[in-house]
């Protein structure tokens, strides 16, 4: 559980706002101030007495900014896995900065952080109106991904030299790490850069971000795979639909899918540990099922039931994830060989559709968070905000400092409103 003090929750400026703000010719622009702040817990009763107060600063455009736009240069990174609404962040950056802000020069960075190590050989690209058109439309990312950290002093020395004066850095929990160790090191030289986070992540599993762009688009395919391996299942003698989906850590998507689409019979999760063996084993319980009902759909996200191997873990990726064992494969070996046993022949069908839900176009949905988290970025990053990302939470975009977001990775609570329809 993450400890807070209202110091966690503060947001690092580079220094007075003494610009005015070219929004100000804009009609119906609806300022805020450092002032206004959105309570991180609005709810009251007996389970919550005693609880002390928190609140976050409220994100959205400054009446005064820190950087003259005239003389400002911004770039755009997106690193990671892909997530629907990547492209739409870009697009939306661009046009926020360039067409409201009239700053002259937007970069684009390739390929992630490797973009910004010029021993890659990745030049950064000019990023103009024709650039931009129609990449709202695509699913990936135009600028191209990758996974890893580089070295924040070589970074820098790039951000010095191609006089980038914001640095807009798209993905999870790694890059948003990544993000904080170039702010640092800024910081350490005594340079005016600011690093402004806008969290990715397809598994929604990053702290005070209570939905990530690309979260409800991966829902609506996860769900139409769940409606697929459902009728494969009902339409064949003891039929099996086994479904993996993405969550490494966090069972959200699973649910999520498992409840829009209201059909499936087992959801595992990280979240809530099973087995597989024994009479309330999940092997003997999918027993029960198809020998009642003759059919079954059972929904896995990722990271469930990696204590059921006996191997150890894979090492780590280049994002510094655990490398994770397949649970997938793992259930569908163990279900083919527990019903052999048994004596009943099924017809099991396994579907992992993790990489498709994940590289598709953003529905409108997603489009609009995408859009609403890179406007606030870049009003926060022209305010001289720095070492913070934008994060949600009660409808509402507001300012998280980058090191407290990635103090822990959120997890589905199993109390809340969410399992319990699950269930």
Known sequence: MLTLSPRDLEIASLGPCTVRSPLHRLHGVGFVDDEHRIRLEQRTGPRYEGLPEFTLEEAGPRESIFFDPARTCAAVVTCGGLSPGLNNVIRSVYSELAYNYEVPRILGVRDGYMGLNPEQGRPLVEMTPGFVDHI??????????????????????????????????????????????????????????????????????????????????????????????????????????????????????????????????????????????????????????LRAKDHALVVVAEGAGQNLFDAEPQGRDASGNVRLRDIGLLLREKILAYFRTRGLDVNLKYLDPSYFIRSVPANPSDRILSDQMARMAVHAGMAGKTDMLVGSIHNELVHVPIATAVAQRKSLDTSSDLWTAVM
Request: hydrophobic share 40%; aromatic share 6%.
């Open 136 to 289: 709202h439309d695509l699913g990936g990312t135009v600028l191209g991904s990758s996974r890893g950290p580089q070295d924040p002093a070589v970074v820098v020395d790039t951000l010095v030299r191609e006089s980038i004066d914001i640095l807009f850095c798209v993905g999870g929990d790694g890059t948003q790490r990544g993000a904080l160790g170039i702010a640092q090191e800024a910081r350490r030289r005594g340079l005016r850069k600011a690093i402004v986070g806008i969290p990715k992540t397809i598994d929604n599993d990053i702290e005070f971000v209570s939905t990530s762009f690309g979260y409800y688009t991966a829902l609506e395919k996860a769900q139409e795979v769940l409606r697929g391996a459902h009728v494969e299942a009902r339409c064949a003698p003891n039929g099996i639909g086994l479904v993996k989906l993405m969550g490494r850590e966090s069972g959200y998507i699973a649910a999520g899918a498992a409840l829009a689409s209201q059909d499936a019979n087992f959801v595992l999760i990280p979240e809530v540990p099973f087995k597989l063996e024994g009479e309330n084993g999940l092997l003997a319980a999918l027993e029960r099922r």
